[in-house]
């Protein structure tokens, strides 16, 4: 009877120790031990301990694209902004300063004098300074737009169904994400282009909407980070959309704060050229008023010759 007992605990080992083989939420993770425990290189011999019943932190990942990148494994291969203050990751990863709970820290130097400030989704919102950059608090990003295109289709979609293709299949690949976050969405057919926003209320801290997209973003450009290697394709009228050429826009709680100075050549010589028109405009609006009373002087002198 002992010795069944321990055949049957052994067994009970084995299983435990089988099912420790993956990570499903990220597909770089290691697991062993027992009690399972999944964990992540960050760095050199720095493992991060991680929960794979979740999403993974952005700030996590990123660590973990920039360690790999340094050991030359592979990482990566309608719409526009929805308001004025939104920003767009131009940056590209870095290797960033994470929180214990996977936050990013309001200030990034990437191991460098240079350092900024950043958003929840650990996207710079200010201009770069040295380490004496005060960087008060993590401004929170609540709102993403997420603009996409679909390959062409063997028929028509409909646009009425279309919000609620995404938001299920956002919901059932992204860890039960919330899809009553997905406010609004805006489809032309005529190019297939999608944009879709995801807001949540301001101040609201419980959901992560830079884990979804960055998720999202991988995905679309055939690189999940999921063990389930399964694309983003929602479902309108048994029909899967394949989708293309994301791009994602944050809006943070509080607007950017850059300066002229740290503006691109592009953006500055714009900025010039309106201004030169503007000064020609007043100049020639200037002579033109000079002319005009140099005329009526001239007619005023030759009517009082007479008299």
């Known amino acids: 009877m002992k010795t069944w007992a321990l055949l049957v605990l052994a067994a009970v080992v084995v299983g435990a120790s089988a099912d420790c083989g993956k990570c499903d939420t990220m597909k770089w993770a290691t697991c062993d031990g027992t009690p399972c425990q999944c964990t992540l290189l960050v760095g050199n011999n720095v493992k991060q301990t991680l929960d794979c019943k979740k999403l993974i932190p952005k700030c996590f ?4 694209e920039m360690y790999r990148k340094s050991k030359g494994l592979g990482t990566r291969t309608i719409g526009g902004k929805p308001v004025e203050e939104a920003i767009v990751d131009n940056d ?3 290797d960033p300063d994470c929180e214990a709970d996977g936050k990013f820290r309001a200030k990034q130097c990437n191991n460098t004098e240079e350092c900024w400030c950043v958003n929840s989704a650990g996207v710079r919102r200010t201009d770069k300074g040295d380490k004496n950059l005060k960087c008060e608090k993590l401004v929170e990003t609540f709102w993403v737009r997420l603009q996409m ?4 289709v063997s028929k028509p979609v409909d646009a009425d169904k279309l919000k ?3 938001a299920d299949a956002i919901n059932k690949r992204y860890q039960n994400f919330d899809k009553s976050l997905v406010e609004k969405i805006e489809y032309d057919a005529k190019s297939g282009r999608i944009v879709v926003d995801v807001k949540k209320e301001k101040g609201e801290r ?8 960055y998720y999202m973003e991988k995905d679309i450009k055939v690189l999940p980070l999921f063990n389930n290697q399964d694309k983003f394709e929602p479902v309108v009228d048994n029909q899967k959309l394949e989708m293309e050429k994301i791009v ?13 100075k740290h503006l691109t050549g592009g953006i500055i010589a714009v900025i010039v050229v309106v201004v030169l028109a503007v000064v020609a405009g007043l100049l020639a609006l200037f002579f033109m008023q000079r002319r005009q009373r140099q005329r009526y002087n001239k007619a005023q002198q030759r009517e009082m010759d007479p008299m």
């Open 61 to 64: 990942l990123m660590k973990a």
């Open 92 to 94: 590209g990863i870095y």
């Open 149 to 152: 295109d679909h390959k062409p």
């Open 164 to 166: 609620t293709a995404i």
């Open 206 to 213: 419980k959901t992560d909407l830079a884990q979804m997209a």
């Open 248 to 260: 994602v826009y944050y809006v943070d709680e509080e607007g950017p704060t850059f300066t002229m």
